[in-house]
T-cell receptor, first 113, second 112 residues
Framework: GDSVTQMEGPVTLSEEAFLTINCTYT??????LFWYVQYPGEGLQLLLK?????DKGSNKGFEATYRKETTSFHLEKGSVQVSDSAVYFC????????????FGAGTTVTVRA | DSGVTQTPKHLITATGQRVTLRCSPR?????VYWYQQSLDQGLQFLIQ???????AKGNILERFSAQQFPDLHSELNLSSLELGDSALYFC???????????FGPGTRLTVL
């Protein structure tokens, strides 16, 4: 079935460090891909998305490129801040026309000042 | 603030009981999705409604049911509760059927 695998955390970084979180997917078609972020005590917020191969999603300094050949959608940020501390979820949807989201396990990121 | 509201924020109940979780989607959104977030299962899709009709079903137990009302709010009913049902339950909404879902703050259910 369709699934998402993302790197396990937790990840601890210093401010201004480079962040990358790996995400790969398994799907029979061409899904849309997403990164969601969950700050402590809050719901999920859409961080960025890409709907077709080679699309690059970007928001708040974060970027991810839809790579069909490697079935990947890795999240990157060049210089993290303490406020980026959160749980990050990779997800896919759009298969079978039902638009449900299938999530990875989540990666907890902690940024230290 | 996503515009999606969920009540209650917290719910503590006992095994065997029944509870109802409520979700109000963003104004104008016709689709409502329910997800369960637990430590052992992660985030899982439960069920989707579109304009009052069930559209898709995921890993939803038979003890669970949902509905979407004419005013588009949705309720998730959980019955014969077990300890393992303790989780965060999220509702999300979207305009028609598309890929941009907006999540509510969640209801934390604790079954004792």
């Amino acid at each position: 079935g369709d699934s998402v695998t993302q790197m396990e955390g937790p990840v601890t970084l210093s401010e201004e460090a480079f962040l990358t979180i790996n995400c790969t997917y398994t799907a029979t078609g061409y899904p849309s891909l997403f990164w969601y972020v969950q700050y402590p005590g809050e719901g999920l917020q859409l961080l960025l998305k890409a709907t077709k191969a080679d699309d690059k999603g970007s928001n708040k300094g974060f970027e991810a490129t839809y790579r069909k050949e490697t079935t990947s959608f890795h999240l990157e940020k060049g210089s993290v801040q303490v406020s980026d501390s959160a749980v990050y979820f990779c997800a896919l949807s759009g298969l079978n026309n039902d638009y449900k989201l299938s999530f990875g396990a989540g990666t907890t990121v902690t940024v230290r000042a | 603030d996503s515009g999606v509201t969920q009540t209650p924020k917290h719910l503590i109940t006992a095994t065997g009981q029944r509870v109802t979780l409520r979700c109000s989607p963003r104004s104008g959104d016709l689709s409502v999705y329910w997800y369960q977030q637990s430590l052992d299962q992660g985030l899982q899709f439960l069920i989707q409604y579109y304009n009052g009709e069930e559209r898709a079903k995921g890993n939803i137990l038979e003890r669970f049911s949902a509905q979407q009302f004419p005013d588009l709010h949705s309720e998730l009913n959980l019955s014969s509760l077990e300890l393992g049902d303790s989780a965060l339950y999220f509702c999300a909404s979207s305009v028609v059927d598309n890929n941009e879902q907006f999540f509510g703050p969640g209801t934390r259910l604790t079954v004792l």
